[in-house]
């Protein structure tokens, strides 16, 4: 057995009997941010393009109903709440009561951009307003439990972020007002000044540890292919290399950032190669299909176009790769979320 297959299984065993002797949670709060792959219901709240409160979205989650999620069943921050020893998942803001509250809340929208004009496109909630909302939560929770316990939560817990992928695949790649005037790397540095901003702001609200994803393998994702890859059915690298690209960026922008601020924790989550791995040799990780997602055809399905009546969409989403046309399955989700357990170390300590 590999030395980080290992670790990982040591690890794993560590927080599961951790949480077996503590009925608390390892971090006294988890907030989430980000867009589809971290929303859990707070777009069925107003009027937008994008939503997932419908069949068969949910139909593998543990009440077998639609939550608002972008994936047959569990989300990977879903899973980050188990390992952490939550006893629940930080629930929508939008649909939270003060109770729920105390443990941290999810702020993620679905078609949330770095950029706010890609958020605007979908009528999303745009990560300032992200932030306000955050705002507003640690507000309330100080008024249900005192400014000095609020602040230990605020504090002593994780905030994870995921963004980025909406504003390539959903703005810049189709918008020749955008991709004829920037660059790849003219356009991410655009992006990771919002999120230089969107760090600086949770830090001066008393945030002092904070996970942010990469992006994925852009040019694997079965819609991108479909949409992007002109008939080829392989990943295409021109947007994967702006992946790495803009991966690159964000670890130098999260340096920047720590070196700034000394008593800032930063993690930055490398989904990418674990993604890609999977993506590329599904079988060594009991995958059979990761060219198409299991709603629909699976080239190109989201949202509304992935719906009960789809044609063509598997009884059993185990063996896919990705759920719909962008978004990993629960199997997916759960494989990540293990993997990524190691990177995320220093932000329990």
Same mark, same amino acid.
């Given at each position: 057995?590999?030395?980080?297959?290992?670790r990982?299984?040591?690890?794993?065993?560590?927080?599961?009997?951790?949480?077996?002797?503590?009925?608390?949670?390892?971090?006294?709060?988890?907030?989430?941010?980000?867009?589809?792959?971290?929303?859990?219901?707070?777009?069925?709240?107003?009027?937008?393009?994008?939503?997932?409160n419908?069949?068969?979205?949910?139909?593998?989650?543990?009440?077998?109903?639609?939550?608002?999620?972008?994936?047959?069943?569990?989300?990977?921050?879903?899973?980050?709440?188990?390992?952490?020893?939550?006893k629940? #998942?930080? !629930?929508?803001?939008?649909?939270?009561?003060?109770? =729920? *509250?105390?443990?941290?809340?999810?702020?993620?929208? $679905?078609? /949330?951009?770095?950029?706010?004009?890609?958020?605007?496109?979908?009528?999303?909630?745009?990560?300032?307003?992200?932030?306000?909302?955050?705002?507003?939560?640690?507000?309330?929770?100080?008024?249900?439990?005192?400014?000095?316990?609020?602040?230990?939560?605020?504090?002593?817990g994780?905030?994870?972020?995921?963004?980025?992928?909406?504003?390539?695949?959903?703005?810049?790649?189709?918008?020749?007002?955008?991709?004829?005037?920037?660059?790849?790397?003219?356009?991410?540095?655009?992006?990771?000044?919002?999120?230089?901003?969107?760090?600086?702001?949770? #830090?001066? !609200?008393?945030?002092?540890?904070?996970?942010?994803? =990469? *992006?994925?393998?852009?040019?694997?994702?079965?819609? $991108?292919? /479909?949409?992007?890859?002109?008939?080829?059915?392989?990943?295409?690298?021109?947007?994967?290399?702006?992946?790495?690209?803009?991966?690159?960026?964000?670890?130098?922008?999260?340096?920047?950032?720590?070196?700034?601020?000394?008593?800032?924790?930063?993690?930055?989550?490398?989904?990418?190669?674990?993604?890609?791995?999977?993506?590329?040799?599904?079988?060594?990780?009991?995958?059979?299909?990761?060219?198409?997602?299991c709603?629909?055809?699976?080239?190109?399905?989201?949202?509304?176009?992935?719906n009960?009546?789809?044609?063509?969409?598997?009884?059993?989403?185990?063996?896919?790769?990705?759920?719909?046309?962008?978004?990993?399955?629960?199997?997916?989700?759960?494989?990540?979320?293990?993997?990524?357990?190691?990177?995320g170390?220093?932000?329990?300590?």
């Open positions: 057995m590999e030395y980080s297959t290992c990982l299984l040591i690890l794993s065993c560590i927080a599961v009997s951790i949480n077996m002797i503590h009925s608390n949670p390892l971090v006294p709060a988890l907030c989430i941010f980000g867009d589809s792959s971290m929303d859990v219901g707070n777009n069925n709240h107003f009027m937008t393009l994008l939503k997932a419908f069949l068969p979205y949910g139909r593998d989650f543990i009440t077998h109903k639609p939550t608002g999620r972008f994936c047959n069943g569990k989300l990977a921050v879903d899973y980050a709440a188990e390992y952490l020893g939550f629940t #998942y930080p !629930l929508p803001y939008l649909s939270a009561t003060n109770e =729920t *509250l105390l443990t941290g809340a999810n702020f993620a929208s $679905a078609g /949330t951009g770095f950029y706010d004009k890609t958020t605007l496109l979908f009528q999303a909630i745009t990560l300032p307003r992200q932030v306000s909302y955050y705002e507003d939560w640690r507000n309330r929770v100080a008024r249900k439990v005192g400014k000095e316990r609020a602040y230990a939560m605020i504090s002593g994780i905030h994870i972020l995921s963004a980025g992928s909406s504003d390539f695949l959903q703005n810049y790649y189709i918008n020749p007002l955008l991709n004829t005037i920037y660059t790849p790397s003219q356009f991410s540095d655009i992006l990771l000044t919002s999120y230089n901003t969107f760090v600086q702001k949770l #830090y001066q !609200l008393g945030v002092r540890k904070i996970g942010v994803t =990469t *992006l994925p393998p852009m040019g694997c994702l079965p819609g $991108a292919i /479909t949409l992007f890859g002109f008939g080829t059915n392989k990943c295409m690298s021109r947007l994967n290399d702006d992946a790495m690209m803009f991966n690159k960026s964000l670890n130098e922008t999260s340096q920047k950032l720590v070196a700034r601020y000394r008593d800032l924790k930063i993690v930055v989550f490398d989904i990418y190669q674990p993604l890609l791995d999977i993506i590329t040799k599904p079988s060594d990780h009991g995958f059979s299909e990761s060219r198409r997602g709603c629909g055809t699976g080239i190109v399905e989201i949202s509304f176009l992935c009960a009546i789809s044609i063509g969409t598997c009884s059993n989403a185990t063996s896919y790769v990705f759920w719909d046309g962008f978004h990993p399955s629960e199997a997916t989700n759960q494989m990540l979320t293990r993997k990524l357990l190691m990177q170390l220093s932000l329990i300590s």
